[in-house]
């Protein structure tokens, strides 16, 4: 399985942004899939994730209310909907997925990550 994230670059505090994840897989509905990010110096942290069939999602409490997660089965793509954006949300963003059957904020049970995509936020 490889993963591909793209739609990172620079914006402005208060803009907007969306992040693609295209997955080379015929089974991607089987895959609950998850973004995170790595701000420069810190760990990875997670971000949101969002089951199989799209129904139900979780977040992080540092994106509420402002970032939306969503997939296209059909397109094999999951999404990040970024709003609202801040400097605090500068950060190199990655996708991943997971054949658990359940959802996690723990990178352990992600078997696949993509290349990751960089997000920048200026003031």
């Known amino acids: 399985v490889q993963l591909q994230a793209s739609g990172g670059g620079l914006v402005q505090a208060g803009g907007s942004l969306r992040l693609s994840c295209v997955a080379s897989?015929?089974?991607?509905?089987?895959?609950?899939m998850g973004w995170f990010r790595q701000a420069s110096g810190k760990e990875r942290e997670f971000v949101m994730y969002?089951?199989?069939?799209?129904?139900?999602?979780y977040f992080a409490d540092s994106v509420k209310g402002r970032f939306i997660i969503s997939r296209d089965n059909a397109k094999n793509t999951l999404y990040l909907q970024m709003n609202s954006l801040k400097p605090k949300d500068t950060a190199v963003y990655y996708c991943?997925?997971?054949?658990?059957?359940?959802?996690?904020?723990?990178?352990?049970?992600?078997?696949?990550w993509g290349q990751g995509t960089l997000v920048t936020v200026s003031s």
């Open positions: 897989v015929r089974t991607f509905s089987h895959y609950y």
């Open positions: 991943a997925g997971s054949t658990s059957p359940f959802g996690s904020v723990s990178e352990e049970i992600y078997e696949f």
């Open positions: 969002i089951s199989w069939s799209g129904s139900s999602a």
